[in-house]
């Protein structure tokens, strides 16, 4: 069982924007505003696609956006593309006195 | 250009021992924390060390703690996880990655991963 919970799946239709969910604690997400997304296609490497919340790094196009309230932060796909079918996870910092990184179970993105 | 080859994954047998080793390339080794993080087939992923950049500070997961010692070598701008004591839930991808182009705890550079199968 992941330390985060995420859906198991989510999809749209080309265009479209669909939000995806990241639920922790206080002791992670809640507690701190490392929350990285990624992104992975079968078979390859997962890829980051937002860090610290709600940055994207150089050469992620801006219809990935990141946002968190309170302990759930979630990364929404604007605009859909049939390449943006994936799994997505997301990761956060969990804890100084016995620090780790944990992840979401992962959420397959179809786009229908 | 970033690259982080992995290698040493093999089949072993449960209780058994395995040295998995990371090369870096295209970045200066010494500045960055590393970290190694697996991939269970077909199943979500699972952080399982960090490693600072001097090798001074080293943090692990709750489920590989006392099993695995993470280390590096800067001088061969390597990475390395020891891993003792393997049970079958051990067996996954494990990848090595990057941290810092964009902040601690942040997995900016990936490599393709290395398998390692614990069965009898």
């Given at each position: 069982q992941s330390a985060l919970t995420q859906p198991p799946s989510a999809s749209g239709s080309p265009g479209q924007s669909v939000t995806i969910s990241c639920t922790g604690t206080s002791s992670d997400v809640g507690g701190y505003n490392y929350v990285s997304w990624y992104q992975q296609h079968p078979g390859k490497a997962p890829k980051l696609?937002?860090?610290?919340?709600?940055k994207r790094p150089s050469?992620?196009?801006?219809?990935f956006s990141g946002s968190k309230s309170g302990n759930t932060a979630s990364l929404t796909v604007s605009?859909?593309?049939?390449?943006?079918e994936a799994d997505y996870y997301c990761s956060s910092y969990a804890g100084s006195n016995n620090l780790r990184v944990v992840f979401g179970g992962g959420t397959k993105l179809t786009v229908l | 250009e970033v690259q982080l080859v992995e290698s040493g994954g093999v089949v072993v047998q449960p209780g058994g021992s395995l040295r998995l080793s990371c090369a870096a390339s295209g970045f200066t080794f010494d500045d960055y924390t590393m970290h190694w993080v697996r991939q269970a087939p077909g199943k979500g992923l699972e952080w399982v060390s960090l490693i600072s950049w001097d090798g001074g500070s080293t943090y692990y997961a709750d489920s590989v703690k006392g099993r695995f010692t993470i280390s590096r070598d800067n001088s061969k701008n390597s990475l390395y996880l020891q891993m003792n004591s393997?049970?079958?839930?051990?067996t996954a991808l494990y990848y090595c990655a990057k941290d810092?182009?964009?902040?601690?705890?942040?997995?900016d550079y990936w490599g393709q991963g290395t398998l390692v199968t614990v069965s009898s």
């Open positions: 696609m937002i860090y610290e919340v709600s050469g992620v196009p801006d219809r605009g859909l593309q049939a390449e943006d | 393997l049970r079958t839930e051990d810092g182009d964009y902040g601690d705890y942040v997995f």
